[in-house]
């Protein structure tokens, strides 16, 4: 039901943008998250939009400033720009929905995609 994509091969400084869709039901009024996860790592926290026009965001302090979460509700697509990638930011990136409003907490996440590589090369 959620489909990311987007991920790549991406020398440090350069620029990904992943794509999150969803289908088989509307996710207009959940919250969208972004996680990261390495091999022998926890499933990180990246960044969480909320569901209304506007929508609050939370970003980890990790990514601050580089990256930007957005949602466009009409194609049902939350979106993760990332901006001056780093080696650290390798990892598998994964999308994920939740009732009501967004957190941090990947445990709190109903419906999750598949995952898309990230793979910054320095």
């Known amino acids: 039901q959620l489909q990311a994509s987007g991920g790549g091969l991406v020398q440090a400084g350069g620029s990904l943008r992943l794509s999150c869709a969803a289908s088989?039901?509307?996710?207009?009024?959940?919250?969208m998250g972004w996680f990261r996860q390495t091999p022998g790592k926890e499933r990180e926290f990246v960044a969480a939009i909320n569901w209304w026009s506007g929508g609050s965001t939370l970003y980890a302090d990790s990514v601050k400033g580089r990256f930007t979460i957005s949602r466009d509700n009409a194609k049902n697509t939350v979106y993760l720009q990332m901006n001056g990638l780093k080696p650290a930011d390798t990892a598998v990136y994964y999308c994920a929905a939740k009732r009501t409003l967004a957190t941090m907490k990947s445990r709190e996440y109903d419906y999750w995609g598949q995952g898309t590589q990230v793979t910054v090369s320095s």
């Open positions: 088989g039901r509307t996710f207009g009024n959940y919250g």
